[in-house]
């Protein structure tokens, strides 16, 4: 996908999120529903025992809170949220973790959902207090981050060929120098190779534009100069405690905070390196 379409479409997504900012009020996951399940609750039952959010957004909501199969690590949920102005929003989505909770004041980055006026797609979330994000699982890298990443996977397959060539011809040749000389018109073929390499790893970067489109449309809502350069990667919370020294002793992996990134320093970043001097 070219950039320019990339851009439009980037484009397109972010002026149809907009963004709630008020507290949790209600809130549905997938265990709650197969909690629910394992007591026998029927499907109406747990609407009426379950929670009001329920009732509000209706069955058809709830199509995507199927009991899942033992291993699967994402989380649906269904959220309620009451604005500053007493006004209550409904919507769903699909995290990896849901670490936010009733009481929360959360900043929600939503998709209308076509042909709906009760809930819409949460695309992400923010926990005012602590600046921690949510996303969907793939949407944590920008485009360049995966066109930089192909490009260096094609080349040093590329590099590691010309030294395997190089290699052979220096013990068929027996003489650095000679090979060297004799074979200059190979070697100016694998450089021209390894251009070529590089120019696919860059397409093949270019074709994990549909996972990144995402992310750069919520970094463009909130307002970030550079999203095809960011990676929230770099600011997840088990990243970010590993490399910190002082945290390294007592450094215990907790899988949840592999899915959770500080926007407040990934905003910081952007500012200091791309903002406006």
């Not at 851009?7 to 197969?34: C, H, N, P, W, Y």
């Amino acid at each position: 996908m070219s950039l320019k379409k990339t851009d439009k479409i980037i484009d397109e997504l972010a002026d149809r999120l907009f963004i709630v900012e008020g507290e949790v009020t209600d809130l549905l996951t997938s265990e709650t529903m197969q909690n629910l399940n394992a007591n026998m609750q029927t499907a109406s039952g747990a609407i009426a025992v379950g929670s009001a959010l329920v009732g509000q957004i209706g069955n058809a909501a709830l199509a995507s809170f199927a009991a899942s199969d033992e291993g699967i690590e994402v989380s649906d949920f269904a959220i309620e949220v009451t604005d500053h102005n007493n006004q209550k929003h409904y919507f769903t989505g699909c995290f990896p973790v849901v670490i936010f909770k009733k009481g929360d004041k959360v900043k929600v980055i939503a998709e209308p959902l076509s042909g709906q006026n009760k809930y819409a797609r949460a695309t992400a979330i923010i926990d005012q207090k602590s600046n921690y994000i949510w996303t969907s699982q793939e949407v944590v890298k920008g485009r360049f981050r995966y066109r930089i990443f192909g490009m260096k996977m094609t080349g040093a397959v590329c590099v590691f060929v010309m030294f395997a060539q190089l290699i052979l011809d220096y013990f068929i040749s027996d003489s650095l120098d000679q090979m060297l000389m004799a074979k200059l018109g190979i070697q100016i073929n694998i450089l021209i190779i390894m251009f070529i390499c590089l120019f696919i790893g860059w397409r093949v970067g270019a074709s994990f534009d549909g996972q990144s489109i995402e992310l750069e449309a919520i970094l463009k809502k909130l307002g970030f100069n550079k999203p095809s350069r960011m990676d929230l990667q770099h600011y997840a919370l088990n990243d970010l405690s590993w490399k910190n020294k002082e945290d390294n002793k007592g450094y215990v992996h907790e899988r949840w905070k592999d899915y959770t990134y500080r926007i407040d320093l990934a905003k910081q970043y952007d500012e200091e390196k791309y903002g406006k001097k």
